[in-house]
Nanobody
């Protein structure tokens, strides 16, 4: 099982980035995929998740209206389009997979990626 994030980097405030999460080794469409971030010196923060049949998305209040999650089950990939980025969005972003939404809410994922760094700074 693998989840591999990509697309992180350094961006100025107000800029945009698109993160990707490529999955393998499990039945991708059966899983919720979430994005979780960890800012320097802070704990894990759930950012967004999407269900397996792409009918439902959820966002933390801190990113609602700025971030968009999507997935392509044919490519086993989930994306996080981030716009209007703020310095407080600086964090390592992880994608993670879970069979059940309750586990997503509890932060109890079955699989995790290695993370990608996003730095928002002028």
């Amino acid at each position: 099982v693998q989840l591999v994030e990509s697309g992180g980097g350094l961006v100025q405030p107000g800029g945009s980035l698109r993160l990707s999460c490529a999955a393998s080794g499990f039945t991708f469409s059966n899983y919720y995929i979430g994005w979780v971030r960890q800012a320097p010196g802070k704990g894990l923060e759930w950012v967004s998740d999407i269900n397996g049949d792409v009918t439902r998305t959820n966002y933390a209040d801190s990113v609602k209206g700025r971030f968009t999650i999507s997935r392509d089950n044919a490519k086993n990939t989930v994306y996080l389009q981030m716009t209007s980025l703020k310095p407080e969005d600086t964090a390592i972003y992880y994608c993670a997979a879970s069979r059940f939404r309750l586990c997503v809410l509890a932060g109890s994922f079955d699989y995790w990626g290695q993370g990608t760094q996003v730095t928002v700074s002028s």
